[in-house]
């Protein structure tokens, strides 16, 4: 099929989506994920369930061999329950991140929930056909790598980002430096995000320094 005879039948496709039907001489097409969509990430829900399914279990076993630069942390909205009567509470692989913790900083407080952080970033989804070390879908830094000396931080509330996200800013120091992976369930769920670069059901990775904390955003700083 020639570029402009694929261009036309995006076009067509696009119009009858916003009216409701598609249909084709051929077949019907799902309006909710284009060609490209269902090529770059095929059975993505799927996908996701097994890729963290396997790591969490692969961070259990790295963690009890003593491999402490691996975490598992509950997510913390789940913090403070109480079983009922001789019950036990249980929590799902999905009810955690996991963090791979790549430097230490020196203090020992920590964001807390109503916080603004200071914060470096980079986040990506897990291999995909086209992205074999995972879809780049936002970063803090202009360039295409990160300089300590010229990246300028970006600056948010801690309650204002995805559970996952909230829940390693929560546990994190000054100076913290971790590669945190987020379980759709506690990222953007069933839902497509960022304009449509991310897709529903996505595991986010985030690459993570926290520069600094403070309960009001004036007073944070970006060294």
């Not at 890729?51 to 076993?61: A, G, R, V």
Request: aromatic letters at 12%; glycine letters at 8%; proline letters at 3%.
């Amino acid at each position: 099929m020639t570029k402009t005879i694929k261009t036309f039948f995006r076009h067509v496709v696009s119009m009858l989506c916003l009216g409701g039907l598609l249909l084709t001489s051929m077949s019907i097409v799902s309006c909710s994920e284009d060609k490209d969509d269902v090529e770059e990430f095929a059975n993505w829900k799927t996908t996701n369930e097994n890729y963290w399914n396997k790591l969490y279990t692969t961070t259990e076993q790295k963690i009890k061999g003593g491999d402490t630069s691996w975490k598992i942390i509950k997510n913390y909205t789940l913090d403070g329950q109480h079983a009922v009567g001789n019950a036990q509470l249980s929590y799902k692989p999905e009810n955690h991140i996991i963090v791979h913790v790549l430097e230490s900083g020196t203090e020992t407080k920590s964001p807390l929930l109503t916080d603004y952080a200071s914060v470096h970033y980079m986040g990506r989804l897990i291999p995909s056909t086209t992205y074999t070390a995972g879809l780049i879908f936002d970063k803090s830094w202009s360039s295409n790598t990160f300089n300590a000396l010229t990246s300028r931080p970006t600056h948010f509330e801690v309650r204002g980002v995805v559970d996952g996200f909230a829940t390693a800013l929560q546990q994190m120091h000054r100076g913290d430096h971790w590669v945190i992976y987020i379980p759709y369930q506690l990222g953007y769920g069933a839902v497509k995000a960022g304009g449509g670069t991310i897709p529903a059901y996505s595991t986010l990775i985030f690459d993570v320094r926290l520069v600094d904390f403070a309960h009001v955003e004036k007073n944070l700083k970006d060294k």
